[in-house]
């Protein structure tokens, strides 16, 4: 099972909004609605963001939301903070009744 | 509150064993599913293997098929992980992560462990 694609990096300033793509087949992120998104801080466990593709937890900020079109699903962070900096992963449920991460996505905040 | 406490943290030799254990605790473990997933040093995370609640159903990454055994022990509210035949690959953070209810996200993860795959 190959990793989804995911931007090696991504930037911008406080206040803006940028968004992180992950695409895949019609195996995972086309064929299911069971994509979500994690933030990690160096050193850190993984944190869910987003569960089936637009879904925040209980205690995520409502400045991070999650959208799918096809093969492709999208992470966007609105009013972009400081603390937002961290990597960022996609996962999806596959038709092999596995799972796949993207590569991760390295958020950098200007 | 919910706790994901891993264990087994050691440095083994290429074709060598070890087993990782998770211990949960804040949450009625018989009830979710459970995740192995994985981080070398510096890389991204990769999904390893999980196990439904009553332990009946076990699924792996080609990566560690026929090598790795997932198990749980849920009178013990623990998480298992046998590895077999250690690879150079192999080597990373271990982390157990609870599957949300109802749903696809991993809510909860350890805090990991380090697997040293050396001669």
């Known amino acids: 099972q190959s990793a989804l694609t995911q931007p090696a990096s991504v930037s911008g300033s406080p206040g803006q909004s940028i968004t992180i793509s992950c695409t895949g087949t019609?195996?995972?992120?086309?064929?299911?609605?069971?994509v979500s998104w994690y933030q990690q801080d160096p050193g850190n466990a993984p944190k869910l963001l987003i569960y089936?593709?637009?879904n925040r937890p209980s205690g995520v900020s409502n400045r991070f939301s999650g959208s799918k079109s096809g093969n492709t699903a999208s992470l966007t962070i609105s009013g972009l903070q400081a603390e937002d900096e961290a990597d960022y992963y996609c996962t999806s449920y596959t038709s092999s009744n596995t799972w796949v991460f993207g590569g991760g996505t390295k958020l950098t905040v200007l | 509150e919910v706790h994901l406490v891993e264990s087994g943290e050691g440095l083994v030799q290429p074709g060598g064993s070890l087993r990782l254990s998770c211990a949960a605790s804040?949450?009625?473990?018989?009830?979710?599913?459970m995740h192995w997933v994985r981080q070398a040093p510096g890389k991204g995370l990769v999904w390893v293997s999980e196990i439904n609640p009553d332990g009946s159903t076990t699924r792996y990454a080609d990566s560690v098929k026929g090598r790795f055994t997932i198990s749980r022990d849920n009178a013990k509210n623990t998480l298992y992980m046998q590895m077999n035949s250690l690879r150079d690959e192999d080597m990373a953070v271990y982390y157990c992560?609870?599957?949300?209810?109802?749903?696809?996200?991993?809510?909860?993860w350890g805090q990991g462990t380090l697997v040293t795959v050396s001669s």
């Open positions: 089936d593709v637009s």
């Open positions: 992560a609870r599957g949300a209810a109802g749903a696809s996200g991993l809510d909860y």
């Open positions: 804040g949450f009625r473990f018989s009830s979710n599913w």
């Open positions: 019609s195996s995972d992120v086309g064929g299911y609605n069971y």
